[in-house]
Every structure is written in structure tokens, then in C-alpha cells.
């Protein structure tokens, strides 16, 4: 069995993008590893953050960071495999998975599970925070993906390739 690791060093960066980020506080702040360091949304609640894999991936849980207050996200949807999404792309399409968070979900050291067989093979990942504890603005201050790589196809290429056609 191939061991689970901490996965974030295949993620394609110039391919990763969050949409509605608060211009100060960016969604590349999520894997700096310092907490006064944070992702904001900027106009409403929502973020849709868009992770590409340079490989084909397994995933097994993921660690969200959080304030303990108003701003951490409540209700989490994940989807696999989109190609450039928008927010009008998760709002109409059932996700492969929804989070329900609580605070004791936020701790560093926490992994939230994903059920397996809907994360088998996945060359994107894409992360919608529609809800949270009652704030204006989400925040999240880290993010860690757990898993392992299935082979040594470069997806990033095959993406790259299909966004020139």
C-alpha cells in the first residue's frame, strides 16, 4: 500500500487560482505555513479555489486552518476534474463531496477525511466555501491535501495543451 503524505509540492501553482480573494490577502498565503498569513474573501462569503495536480493523485483528507471566530467556513463543497471553473460551474453541479466544519476542524494537526472511491483519480481539485460562521468575508489561514501520486503522467502538460486548443 503506498503510504499517505502531504501532497502540496504536486500542485501546479502558476495552474492554481481561488476566485473572489481579497487582493491583500491571497490564496497562495494558504501554503506559507504561518497562520498571521491568510486567504480573505473579498465581496462576499464565497471563495472557489481551483488546485491543478502535475499528476494524476489519490486523496485521502484535508487540513483546513481557521480563526476560532465568525469568518471560518461552515459548509465546504468539493469537485474533481474541472477545467477552469466559475462559481456558476459548483452552484449547478452536485458536488463529489460537502463538509460540514466545525471549530475542532480547524486545528493544525486535524485531517478531515474524504471518502475515498470519489477521490481515486484526481488532476484538479476544486474547493467552494459557500458558507460560514456568520461573517461577511471567509478566511482561511492553511491548507494541507493528503494523499499520494498515482503515476508520473504530467497533467499540468494535458491541461495546458487543451486550454491552447
Known amino acids: 500500500m503506498t503510504e499517505v503524505v502531504e501532497i502540496s509540492d504536486l500542485l501546479v501553482k502558476p495552474q492554481c487560482f481561488c476566485l473572489n480573494q481579497h487582493p491583500s490577502h491571497?490564496?497562495?498565503n494558504l501554503f506559507v505555513?504561518?497562520?498571521t498569513l491568510y486567504l480573505r474573501s473579498d465581496?462576499?462569503?464565497?471563495?472557489?479555489?481551483n488546485l491543478v495536480f502535475r499528476t494524476t493523485v489519490r486523496l485521502h483528507a484535508l487540513?483546513?486552518?481557521?480563526?476560532?471566530?465568525?469568518?471560518?467556513?461552515t459548509g465546504i463543497k468539493l469537485f474533481t476534474n474541472l477545467q477552469n471553473p466559475g462559481f456558476s460551474d459548483v452552484e449547478d453541479v452536485e458536488p463529489v463531496q460537502k463538509l460540514l466544519l466545525e471549530p475542532s476542524d480547524f486545528h493544525p494537526d486535524h485531517k478531515t477525511n474524504l471518502k475515498l472511491v470519489k477521490f481515486l483519480h484526481v488532476n484538479s481539485l476544486?474547493?467552494?466555501v459557500d458558507e460560514n460562521g456568520g461573517e461577511e468575508?471567509?478566511?482561511l489561514s492553511g491548507l494541507k491535501i493528503y494523499g499520494h501520486a498515482l503515476d508520473s503522467v504530467n497533467v499540468a502538460a494535458i491541461h495546458e495543451r487543451r486550454n491552447e486548443e
Open 137 to 139: 468575508f471567509s478566511t
Open 26 to 28: 491571497p490564496f497562495s
Open 63 to 73: 487540513n483546513f486552518v481557521a480563526p476560532d471566530d465568525e469568518s471560518a467556513p
Open 33 to 35: 505555513g504561518d497562520e
Open 126 to 128: 476544486t474547493i467552494y
Open 43 to 49: 465581496v462576499d462569503e464565497q471563495l472557489l479555489i
